[in-house]
């Protein structure tokens, strides 16, 4: 199994571009999650989803947009890029209950606004 | 605001010796406290977890401390190697959902 896979691993984003933050897994899980990792502020919720249409705001979304139509596919789309949103974003998956909190990582995209 | 406070922000230790990450939350319907290890360029993995109706676990080299009363849980890692040099996170979440809220997390540096 290849758990959660996250494209791009990089990109670079001009002020006011859009693009699409693409997150897969093949584990069949239920639960899907976008976070925004900053240095020294952890892991911010931005959405998350618990089945396919099925998603609601966490954290942080201003910003951010999420659908959820299958149940491997989870994409993250941001509109109007900002400096503001220069972040390390992880994609997590989880089975659900009674082991919802077990998250299944993938290994990030690193998205630079310049 | 802050939820879960975790602090050191940073820790050295040397090789053999006994690491502690302390954690604070403020939410008292939390009822689960997993941690959380990172290595550079990679997603962080689940470490151990401890709900909050014991007071301590262990999983070899790594105990989970939980204090209900004062709503403070702690890692410990015994023997602590290079190998374990990583960013460790705290979390803590409630209900069926598995929204983790995090600690600001710690970087842990093992020197040989």
């Known amino acids: 199994n290849a758990g959660v896979t996250q494209t791009p691993k990089f990109r670079i984003l001009k002020i006011g571009q859009s693009m699409t933050l693409q997150c897969t897994q093949d584990?069949?899980?239920?639960?899907m999650y976008w976070y925004r990792q900053d240095p020294g502020m952890g892991l911010k919720l931005i959405y998350y989803s618990v089945g396919a249409g099925i998603t609601d705001k966490g954290e942080v979304p201003n910003g951010y947009n999420v659908s959820r139509s299958t149940t491997e596919d989870f994409p993250l789309r941001l509109e109007l890029a900002a400096p503001s949103q220069t972040s390390v974003y992880f994609c997590?998956?989880?089975?659900?209950?009674?082991?919802?909190?077990?998250?299944?990582f993938g290994e990030g995209s690193r998205l630079t606004v310049l | 605001q802050q939820q879960v406070k975790q602090s050191p922000q940073s820790l050295i230790v040397q090789k053999g010796g006994i690491s502690i990450i302390n954690c604070a939350y403020e939410n008292t319907a939390f009822d689960y406290f997993p941690w959380y290890q990172q290595f550079p360029g990679k997603g962080p993995a689940l470490l151990i977890a401890?709900?909050?109706?014991?007071s301590e676990k262990k999983e070899g080299r790594f105990t989970i401390s939980f204090n209900k009363s004062a709503k403070q849980f702690s890692l410990h890692i015994m023997d602590s190697q290079p190998g374990d040099s990583a960013t460790y996170f705290c979390?803590?979440?409630?209900?069926?959902?598995?929204?983790?809220?995090f600690g600001q997390g710690t970087t842990l540096q093992v020197k040989p």
């Open positions: 584990m069949n899980h239920n639960y």
């Open positions: 997590a998956s989880s089975y659900g209950a009674p082991n919802t909190g077990e998250l299944f």
């Open positions: 979390a803590a979440s409630t209900g069926n959902t598995g929204k983790l809220i």
């Open positions: 401890i709900r909050p109706d014991v």
